[in-house]
């Protein structure tokens, strides 16, 4: 299609457009990501061996000072004039070689085979004679985490070593040359301004690596191992068993296999109906506050708002309370005002594969996403233009043929994006779940316990923090990130702001 | 005809009317219930049930029991001041590492940039669910867990990777505005402080607010890193611990819901304060042509 | 303006004629005012359960693992037996203050989760905490308890099936604290009789006739397990495998009839009958709206809060299982105390667990807890044989099954099964109860 036919079409057959084409392209999409990840992959190692060469030639042609500084980190800075530096690095060699002596060494040591050291105690006297205890020296988990420790220092060592060396020949060539290396004041002052991003982003990173990147390795690699409730304190490598898990089906008992494939199933049909329940709702309840003639927007808007500022966990846990299946819940209570005689209805009844509660969870979604579209689309919908309605008026459509040929077309074009990242928030909505439902109803046909409207993120958490089984967990945990990573290219692809920023080129 | 056209408008007015009251009851519905009951008491003494056969309370079930036990026989107001401090100082933490990521991000250019955005963006993708354990672990060899520091490094940690919406609105100033500066003699860090800053002010605010409303709202992270230590815990956690079975059985529910009033008064008061920023920060998040 | 300010009004009747209108039907609240608050403590000698020698032998390795320095502990229990246990530590305290100083923190956690907690961190655990008899095995696998240090005594003073489930693989390995944590009948003597409570079916005609509830949790496996166990299902701990359950040589047919008397019995009262946690027949009884239910040994204080003198206790009822009266058979088990064996001061903690696990503090607890002892001297104490909720349920022991060694997929399939059959729409034919229980079995079996 020629730019000239797109312009022309209505913004609703532009968007289908563009998603047949981002569906049409997505083996290209993925092709060209994976491309992209390979040739960094390679460029990397083009890098490093690069930065071999560079390596050695310096080692080679340095005098003797420039070679010693390839032990003794910081010798050649020191000598040279810049005193502070060279300290700064010495000290964290310094720091490494007693991190790995005093702590890391031991553990990385035993990073392979991961099992837990331990030995027995025996205490005596008194009355009672003796009592053999076995008392553990590091545990598995322990292990684990400080051995992704030991390796992202050693990795960080490495970076700073490979700049004391570089830094080290500079030297030896700048006095060679009869110049005088930069000052320590110098070198800081450009951190205010050419290196200005650097002094900006290091607490970031740091903190990131620390408490994000950190805490992501040891969980993927829980994913290979067998810790759970049968191996707590020790556990081993099992290589790919808890995806081979995942994806099993065993005949008589509730497999795993089976579990999954309909957890997933219900996380898509859940995520779609309480996205685009909420979107449409949510609009026509904005549309009729906003419309011409209707008194008291302000009134109506915070009446709606109000609900999302009561924290989420209040609310959601209030309304968990209130459609219980006792007699004297709110909801029973209500329904007996109408019919005159005690109801005992049962949101959680085990009955039509849990699709009275996962039709309950939905409605009550509804409660809570219909304000935020509320709140996000009242200002949109101000900016379409009066006069198209007006002229469909004319041409004789009424409310809900304007609404659909005229409001929707305009509101999806506008609002496609965030559309889906609320989708892909929806994917992952632990709270309402784990809050309203706990994922029950459980009608024994599942794994572990789980129930109907279990989504993956609450399977995730079943399993990993109720249930203990940390590696199945985790193993789920990656597939959560591959089903929303998937989405989100797809959604980065779409969109034009993603390609007007080159994220992924 | 043009009679009849306002008397279809009046009608449909009306109809919106009546919709929008029902509408608005229903919305409100929980909430209401919520403030009334947390004012029953049991009027023949001991702890009132925590649910009754009638819908809202007898007017002689009212009492303001349940609030002066709240503050006086629990530890409430101890857990309302931890999540205080947790929340100030997560905002903080958070604002300015969002404000410093997103603005090397949006302004800088440096050869790690986009490997950077990219690693950033794949690790935004992981459910944080799953670094939970990890996290408690990490905090104990630092010896920081069961404490407030180590809750409030979690909560604002990897708050930089939030960077997204924020370079966005970055990306919409003119650059022309930094290039002036920057050639009357401003360094980075002024153009920064001077320039970028006041520009994004909403931004700032939004971002301000919702890291500031977030440990208000967390209950999963902070019971696993805070465990049983009871003194340290947020008001959501200890919330949530008097909805449970054995506290339900003590008569706690009903401190449950008085100490849920107490907790969303100032939220949704400083929420409805700041919608305007609110929305401004979805909006310039999401919506894009 | 104006219209505004109509709108305001009308909304604001509208809510109060929401709230006029269920005011409407009062009821008049039927509970009695009963004083809640616990006996109290009053003056208490220290008892000591040692002579003065031993204290002299404790003391000294009590002072050899302190040091010099402070030896702190912490203790696990649950949040209603808070006020009880730091009395019992203080006077623990007092008995060494010669020989060391001694910290002790008492911390909330109950005693379902706590084993789950110690194995997710024994480090920052407790020292000594109870726990339910259920975890016996996932916390001795691995090591996490201590093995008692005064084995003689503790199995000398306890009652023999009490030690029996605190023993794994040849030690002991708990002390045992609570000898009855088990379910069992409480109803309101206004409306049941004695009599009546002998029989499911009497008592919800009672209920029926009354117009109020019975309440059990079904939802539960927990209390699930005694749909299959009225029908002869039995649990012998694990197959040689040592990973899945086994069962007792049962008769499909008769746990399938046992679970299907239980759906058609609640189906026919369902008006009558409510699936909900132990608290709300607690509440129910607070409220008057209920009139029997199925609680738990650790709600029998707050049930006789609610009820005051016309609490009922009571072993489960009978249930008429094809034309014979059946009696209830439930899940019974015990309390431990136990010593995480990464403690920094194992003496210590080994002689609190004694103490705290020990006669006298049994007794304080069967006194002002309504914790049924493990205790030989206290079971047969005038205390507990004269009190009515805990003669029933140590009577109820005689037709439980002993919860010692049950696997983690236990609970899950149960609570399912119960949620099935307290679901009155569903259709109870024979076949499709099999296939529940068969269903429920493979389930426990499989995973």
């Known amino acids: 299609m020629k730019y000239i036919d797109y312009i022309q079409l209505n913004p609703l057959q532009r968007f289908w457009y563009k998603f047949k084409e981002t569906i049409k392209n997505l083996p290209n999409t993925l092709k060209a990501f994976f491309c992209a990840i390979g040739k960094a992959i390679k460029n990397f190692v083009l890098k490093i061996a690069l930065g071999i060469k560079d390596f050695a030639v310096g080692f080679a042609q340095g005098d003797i000072i420039t070679k010693l500084s390839y032990i003794i980190m910081g010798l050649g800075n020191v000598t040279r004039g810049q005193v502070i530096k060279g300290i700064i690095f010495f000290s964290l060699e310094v720091a490494y070689i007693a991190f790995m002596v005093f702590f890391g060494g031991a553990y990385l040591s035993q990073f392979f085979h991961l099992e837990a050291q331990y030995h027995y105690e025996t205490i005596s006297g008194g009355r009672g004679g003796t009592s053999q205890t076995l008392v553990y020296d590091s545990y598995s988990n322990q292990i684990l985490l400080y051995g992704i420790l030991a390796i992202m220092a050693t990795l960080a060592i490495v970076a700073v070593y490979v700049a004391s060396t570089k830094s080290a020949r500079k030297c030896e060539q700048l006095v060679k040359a009869g110049k005088k290396p930069e000052t320590f004041i110098s070198e800081v002052k450009e951190f205010l301004d050419s290196k200005f991003h650097i002094t900006l982003l290091s607490v970031p990173v740091i903190l990131i690596c620390v408490f994000v990147l950190l805490p992501l390795i040891f969980m993927i690699l829980m994913a290979f191992t067998n810790y759970d409730d049968k191996n707590y304190f020790s556990f081993q490598w099992v290589g790919m068993a808890n995806f081979a898990e995942i994806f099993s089906g065993n005949t008589t008992g509730a497999s795993m296999g089976y579990t999954f494939g309909n957890i997933v199933l219900w996380t898509l049909i859940w995520a779609v109906a309480a996205t685009f329940s909420n979107y449409i709702l949510g609009m026509v309840v904005a549309l009729m506050i906003n419309k011409k003639g209707i008194k008291l927007k302000k009134l109506w808007r915070t009446l709606f708002v109000m609900t999302i500022a009561v924290p989420q966990f209040v609310t959601l846990l209030l309304i968990s309370q209130m459609i219980g299946q006792s007699q004297d819940s709110p909801l029973n209570l209500i329904i007996s005002m109408f019919t005159g005689a005690p109801s005992q209805f049962n949101v959680m009844a085990p009955l039509y594969d849990g699709w009275i509660a996962r039709i309950a969870v939905i409605i009550i979604n509804i409660w809570i996403g219909i304000p935020y579209t509320i709140l996000m689309t009242t200002g949109i919908l101000m900016n379409i233009p009066e006069d198209l309605y007006e002229s469909a008026r004319i041409d004789g459509a009424g409310p809900v043929k304007s609404f659909t040929k005229i409001t929707l077309p305009y509101m999806l074009f506008v609002t496609t994006p965030h559309m889906i990242t609320n989708f892909i928030g929806n994917l992952n909505n632990f709270n309402v779940m784990y809050l309203l439902t706990g994922g029950g109803p459980s009608m024994g046909d599942y794994a572990y316990g789980a129930g109907k409207t279990d989504l993956l993120i609450t399977l995730l958490y079943r399993l990993s923090v109720d249930k203990q089984k940390y590696g199945l967990g985790a193993a789920i945990g990656i597939l959560v990130f591959i089903v929303c990573a998937t989405l989100s290219l797809i959604t980065f692809n779409m969109t034009k702001s993603a390609k007007d920023e080159e994220a992924f080129s | 005809m043009i009679k009849s056209y306002k008397l279809r408008r009046g009608l449909a007015n009306t109809f919106i009317y009546i919709l929008l009251a029902v509408l608005g009851l229903i919305w409100i519905f929980p909430l209401v219930w919520l403030v009334l009951h947390s004012f029953r008491i049991n009027p023949a003494g001991g702890d009132p049930a925590t649910m009754v056969d009638h819908l809202f309370p007898h007017l002689d079930e009212y009492g303001i029991n349940n609030y002066v036990e709240l503050f006086t026989k629990t530890d409430f107001l101890r857990w309302f001041g931890n999540t205080f401090i947790i929340a100030v100082v997560c905002c903080i933490i958070s604002t300015l590492s969002v404000l410093v990521v997103a603005y090397a991000f949006s302004r800088l250019r440096f050869k790690a940039r986009k490997p950077l955005i990219n690693v950033g963006m794949i690790m935004g993708m992981f459910p944080g669910f799953m670094t939970m354990i990890a996290l408690y672990y990490i905090l104990k060899m630092m010896g920081l867990d069961q404490t407030l520091l180590g809750l409030i490094l979690c909560y604002s940690a990897g708050s930089g990777l939030g960077y997204l919406v924020m370079k966005g609105y970055l990306d919409t100033i003119p650059h022309a505005l930094d290039e002036a500066a920057t050639i009357d003699g401003a360094n980075q860090f002024q153009v920064f402080w001077k320039i970028i800053l006041p520009m994004a002010k909403p931004m700032v605010i939004y971002q301000i607010l919702t890291s500031f409303i977030s440990p208000w709202c967390d209950f999963i992270l902070v019971r696993l890193i805070m465990q049983d230590n009871v003194n340290n815990y947020t008001v959501s956690r200890g919330l949530w611990m008097w909805t449970e079975q054995e506290y339900k059985a003590q008569g706690y529910f009903r401190f449950f819901l008085a100490g849920s009033v107490v907790v969303s008064i100032p939220i949704t008061a400083l929420f409805l304060y700041m919608q305007k920023y609110y929305v401004e920060g979805v909006t310039a998040g999401g919506v894009k042509g | ?447």
């Open chain 3, 1 to 447: 303006m104006n219209a505004k300010r109509i709108l305001a009004l009308l909304f604001a009747v509208l809510m109060v004629a929401g709230c006029l209108a269920a005011c409407g039907e009062t009821k008049p609240a039927t509970t009695d005012p009963v004083d809640g608050t616990q006996a109290a403590t009053g003056a208490q000698t220290t008892f000591v359960p040692w002579s003065a020698e031993d204290i002299a032998d404790l003391g000294a390795n009590i002072q050899k693992e302190a040091a010099g320095n402070k030896v702190t502990l912490k203790v696990w229990q649950p949040e209603a037996a808070q006020d009880v246990f730091k009395a019992q530590v203080a006077d623990f305290k007092e008995i060494f203050k010669d020989y060391a100083e001694i910290e002790i923190e008492v911390a909330i956690q109950g005693e379902g989760d706590a084993g789950a907690n110690v194995l997710s961190d024994p480090n920052t655990a407790a020292d000594v905490f109870g726990f339910a008899s259920d975890q016996i095995m996932k916390l001795a696998k691995p090591g996490a308890l201590a093995n008692v240090m005064f084995p003689n005594e503790v199995t000398s003073m306890n009652t023999p099936a009490s030690v029996e489930a605190a023993t794994y693989e040849g030690n002991l390995v708990a002390y045992p604290e609570v000898g009855d944590n088990s379910y069992f009948l409480c109803y309101d003597k206004r409306d049941i009789t004695a009599d009546q409570a002998k029989s499911l079916e009497a008592i919800l005609e009672a209920c029926k006739a009354n117009n109020k509830r019975f309440i059990m949790n079904t939802g539960d496996g927990y209390f699930a397990c005694m749909f299959l166990f009225t029908g002869g299902l039995e649990t012998m701990g694990l197959e040689e495998d040592g990973e899945t359950q086994k069962f007792n040589d049962y008769d499909i047919d008769q746990v399938t009839a046992s679970v299907k008397a239980f759906a058609d019995l609640f189906k026919t009262y369902k008006a009558n009958f409510e699936s909900n946690q132990t608290s709300a027949v607690v509440d129910g009884f607070k409220n008057g709206t209920t009139s029997a239910g199925v609680i738990g040994s650790w709600d029998v204080a707050s049930a006789k809060a609610a009820l005051g003198e016309n609490a009922g206790f009571a072993i489960l009822p009978t249930i008429n299982i094809n034309g014979t009266d059946t009696p209830i058979k439930n899940m019974f088990g015990y309390k431990f105390i136990g010593v995480n064996s990464q403690t920094k001061f194992p003496y210590t903690a080994q002689a609190l667990a004694y103490y705290l696990s020990n006669e006298e503090c049994q007794q304080e607890r069967a006194e002002q807890l309504e914790w049924g002892p493990s205790n030989i001297n206290v079971a047969n104490s005038d205390f507990v044989t004269n009190n009515e909720s805990m003669s029933a349920i140590l009577a109820q022991a005689t037709n439980s099954v002993p919860q010692t060694i049950i696997v983690g997929t236990f609970w899950d399939p149960c609570a399912a099964l119960g949620t099935y059959i307290t679901e009155s729409s569903n259709d109870f034919s024979e076949a499709n109860v099999k296939a529940e229980v068969e269903k429920c079995i493979n389930n426990i079996l499989d995973l």
